[in-house]
């Protein structure tokens, strides 16, 4: 822990710099529509998800095409970092860094299902399902991660944010191989790439495999044939509706339900005023397939985050995410000015802690505030985290020049928003226990140990945790803030996207509630019931399942009966 982080350039290491000094490659834009409406299968989505399932489809000899309901393709898959968690890989294999499939079994089953979860148990505690579908992840992972190489996908470590070690480190470093697991693209330059790098050489291999995408086409029905199988969908576009069909079936790769409204006041577990995924992520699966009896499963959770609430309420696709808040004069209360968490954790789990209840059933931090003091403010030490801006004059900042000011300004932008953030207000006694806080942190910050939450223990926090003060060799993650003035950032619990849906098997076909499959039906993705539950098991664990659950369906779809297509009735 005696690093130096404040003296380090990590801006010079960050792959989204590199990223940018090889320019960011557009959306794919897709091409004109051609009067050709019957295929093999078609493809609804142009995500990770889309683009591997049409890619392998392809291989296999099937004709396709992507449907896309934005004006470009890419989805959230586009906006992300592009880490792929694959807890058995080729490239960690030939690096000599053997697979733990034991520690990989119970570390997935233990955060997807925490209430199960037994390691002396048959199947660890799960259900059966549960553990099936864990079991395949880690068994098809390096598989799937084979063929997309085979097929052109060019694969790297993910790197370390610092530099500082060899590669990214686990979320969960609770083993000796903290490494290996987190696979990212290369570009054609050799470097690794974001997402929008990654959606690139999708895209191009589907090009050059003929996979045609056809952009504002927003599926809005199914069409099933009289033996009730999947055989086409209605589209909406520009120019009216449209129907295509898939000899063989239908695939759907559509993300979660982030924007849509009635699905969140339904299913999430509190308040969600938002999130990051691009703004189509509606949850028309879910809507879609109401009507063919599927079960939800796992509708509560995503890939959890915070946002700061201004962003959010502006009712859109918020463009970023608060990985980790660099810095190390800084902490987060709780609207009774109380920490409630480690700040350095790794967002999805310091996300939970906002969903929690207190005994009469409310929120006690259903939002969070970010407290700082100048120089957290105003460092200008390069940093991939720093997202928010925290500059005071931003929307999102709000100062204070004691802890009294602050609390009054927080309290009046509260009061603001009334009864669009639940008429949620500071306790009358905020700004003194948030100086007794703020003194109880400043002291675990002097002697290096975080006595409450622990701030700093994990390698992977040191990896993340951004621009610390010179000399800050004791704990990098933690220093006591000064004597104000002090500024705040809003924040409530969000998510990258949700991952709950209907029930699919481990080949990607969607099941109704009894357990059969729907014939010609294919899903994987957000847009179905993940195998992670509540779990975030390390970063990149979104997009290395839903590459590897769309191979698995692509294998199977691709061996679905040719079916008679044209009069499909709509479901
Ligand atoms: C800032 C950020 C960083 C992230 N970093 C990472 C990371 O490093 N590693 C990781 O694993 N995950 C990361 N994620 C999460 C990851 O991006 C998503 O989980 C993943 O991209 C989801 O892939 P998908 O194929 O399921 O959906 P998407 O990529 O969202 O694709 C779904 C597509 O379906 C389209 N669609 C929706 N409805 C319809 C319809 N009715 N008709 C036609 N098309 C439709 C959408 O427009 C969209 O293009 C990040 C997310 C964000 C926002």
Redesign the pocket.
């Known amino acids: 822990m005696s690093k130096d982080l404040r003296a380090r350039d990590p801006y010079a290491e960050a792959w989204w710099i590199k990223a940018m000094v090889d320019g960011i490659p557009p959306r794919p834009a897709g091409q004109p529509p051609t009067d050709e409406d019957t295929f093999d299968v078609i493809v ?7 683009h591997v399932a049409a890619l392998f489809l392809a291989d296999a000899g099937c004709s396709v095409v992507m ?4 004006s470009e ?5 586009y ?7 694959v807890p058995d890989n080729s490239l960690m294999r030939r690096k000599g860094i053997a697979p733990d499939r034991g520690w990989a079994m119970n570390h997935m089953a233990k955060l997807a299902h925490p209430e199960d979860y037994d390691p002396a148990a048959e199947r660890l505690g799960l259900e059966q399902r549960a553990y099936e579908l864990i079991e395949a992840y880690y068994e098809n992972g390096a598989k799937a991660f084979d063929e997309l190489e085979r097929l052109g996908v060019g694969l790297m470590d993910f790197p370390s944010y610092t530099g500082d070690y060899p590669a990214m480190i686990e979320y969960h470093n609770e083993i000796d191989h903290g490494y290996g697991a987190h696979l990212s693209p290369r570009t054609p330059e050799g470097r690794w790439g974001a ?1 929008f790098q990654l959606v690139k050489i999708l895209s191009d291999l589907a090009d050059a495999k003929g996979i045609g995408l056809r952009v504002d ?4 029905e199914l069409l099933e044939d009289a033996d009730g199988a999947v055989i086409g969908v209605r ?1 909406a576009t520009p120019d009216g509706d449209v129907e295509l069909f898939g000899r063989r079936g239908v695939f759907f ?3 979660g339900y982030v924007h849509n409204q009635k699905l969140r006041d339904e299913h999430w577990p509190g308040r969600l005023y938002g999130g ?3 703004i ?3 949850g ?2 879910i809507e879609l397939t109401e009507k063919l009896g599927v079960e939800l499963e796992n509708m509560g959770h995503g ?1 959890g985050t915070q946002h700061p609430v201004e962003l959010m309420l502006a009712d859109g696709e918020v463009a ?2 608060v990985g980790v808040y660099p810095g190390d004069s800084n902490l987060m209360v709780n609207a009774g000015g109380r920490r409630v968490v480690n700040e350095k954790l790794i967002y999805h789990e310091r996300s939970q802690v906002h969903w929690e209840r207190d005994e009469s059933g409310g929120y006690p931090n259903h939002l969070l505030f970010l407290i700082y003091d100048d120089f957290v403010a105003y460092d200008e030490t390069p940093t991939i985290n720093r997202w928010p801006d925290p500059k005071p004059g931003n929307d999102w900042v709000i100062s204070g020049d004691t802890f009294e000011e602050l609390a009054a300004n927080l309290d009046a932008r509260l009061a603001s928003y009334g009864e669009r953030l639940l008429d949620y207000r500071l306790a009358p006694d905020f700004a003194e226990q948030l100086a007794a806080t703020v003194d109880r942190f400043n002291g675990f910050a002097r002697a290096g140990v975080d006595e409450d939450f622990h701030r700093g223990e994990r390698e992977v926090e040191l990896d993340w945790t951004g621009p610390a003060h010179a000399g800050n060799h004791k704990n990098p993650t933690m220093f006591p803030l000064d004597d104000g003035p002090y500024h705040c950032i809003i924040l409530a619990g969000s998510v ?2 949700t991952n709950g849906g209907p029930k699919a098997s481990v080949d990607g076909k969607v099941l109704r509630a009894d357990g059969t499959p729907i014939p010609g039906l294919y899903a994987a ?3 179905v019931a993940s195998a992670a539950g509540a779990g975030y098991w390390s ?6 399942p ?1 590459a590897t659950f769309s191979w698995l369906a692509a294998r199977s779809l691709a061996q679905e009966p040719t079916r008679v297509v044209g009069q499909g009735a709509a479901v």
């Open positions: 609804v989505g142009s995500g990770m998800s889309g449907l896309e309901a934005a393709g890419g989805g959230t898959t906006k992300s970092g592009a880490g792929m968690w997402g086409h927003r599926v809005t589209a790769g559509t993300g990051c995924p691009v189509t992520s509606r028309d699966f890939w970023e995410h990258l996207d993705g957000n847009c970063g990149g664990s979104t997009l290395g839903a």
